[in-house]
């Protein structure tokens, strides 16, 4: 069993940068794929990218590529997500998620169905 806690979130005018960190508790971090996903206020959850275990694979959602990178420290038991020119449309609780899989499967890793374990989210808003 793996816990998640996030931070970072804050409150930033577009065109800022913020970087999120999802602590990870346990000894097998190295054993989970990561990812995050959002959630705005009236909307489903979202997939916005995931990483595999190894961190040699990493797959972002369209409305993010560019903007966004997703890393891991497997030493620290940390996964970050850089997010760089944000917009207002990026306003959204942010959820760190972990799987117990080896896949590097694209189409899997972005469903949220895939991780058995969530952090309680760390709100980010983009004040135009």
């Known amino acids: 069993q793996v816990q998640l806690v996030e931070s970072g979130g804050g409150l930033v005018q577009a065109g800022s940068s913020l970087r999120l960190s999802c602590a990870a508790s346990?000894?097998?971090?190295?054993?989970?794929?990561m990812g995050w996903f959002r959630q705005a206020p009236g909307k489903e959850r979202e997939f916005v990218v995931a990483?595999?275990?190894?961190?040699?694979?990493?797959y972002y959602a369209d409305s993010v590529k560019g903007r966004f990178t997703i890393s891991r420290d497997n030493a620290k038991n940390t996964v970050y997500l850089q997010m760089n020119s944000l917009k207002p449309e990026d306003t959204a609780v942010y959820y760190c998620?972990?799987?117990?899989?080896?896949?590097?499967?694209?189409?899997?890793?972005?469903?949220?169905?895939?991780?058995?374990?969530w952090g309680q989210g760390t709100q980010v808003t983009v004040s135009s």
């Open positions: 990483i595999t275990k190894s961190g040699s694979n990493t």
């Open positions: 346990g000894r097998t971090f190295s054993s989970y794929a």
């Open positions: 998620a972990a799987a117990w899989t080896s896949t590097t499967a694209d189409s899997l890793l972005r469903l949220g169905a895939m991780y058995a374990y």
